[in-house]
């Protein structure tokens, strides 16, 4: 993806970008996606964030892709949504599991046992 124009000239667009580790979700990316999403997230992130913004074609479909308003066509889209789906599925997985845990008999048997009369 060819993009101009950035806005927030404090970014370093050559930076790696720090992909979360996944706990729960059982999709996980590929070789490629991963490379592509070290190289490329920096920038995407920074357009979603506002925090650089183009006027090219690109541009404007990733942020349509990203709005849920067209379907993805390139890799770097592709790799986007599927790395946003994972983040979201992560962070249900491990509202579940905590509420399980919360509610776990164990849980129970334990409380019971630090509140002895």
């Known amino acids: 993806m060819h993009f101009t124009r950035l806005i927030d000239l404090s970014l370093n667009l050559k930076k790696r970008f ?3 580790k996944f706990k ?15 190289r490329e997230g920096v920038k995407l992130q920074a357009f979603v964030e506002g925090a650089a913004s183009s006027t ?4 404007k479909h990733f942020m349509k892709v990203c709005a849920h308003d067209a379907d993805p066509e390139t890799a770097e889209e ?13 962070k249900q997985l491990r509202e579940a599991h905590r509420r399980e845990l919360i ?6 048997e334990y409380m019971k046992s630090r509140f002895v009369p």
């Open 18 to 20: 720090d992909i979360k």
């Open 24 to 38: 729960y979700t059982k999709t996980r990316l590929t070789r490629h996606e991963r490379i592509l999403l070290r």
């Open 56 to 59: 090219s074609v690109e541009y």
């Open 78 to 90: 592709r790799m986007w949504v599927k790395y946003q789906s994972m983040l979201e599925d992560e």
């Open 103 to 108: 509610n776990s008999p164990e849980r129970d």
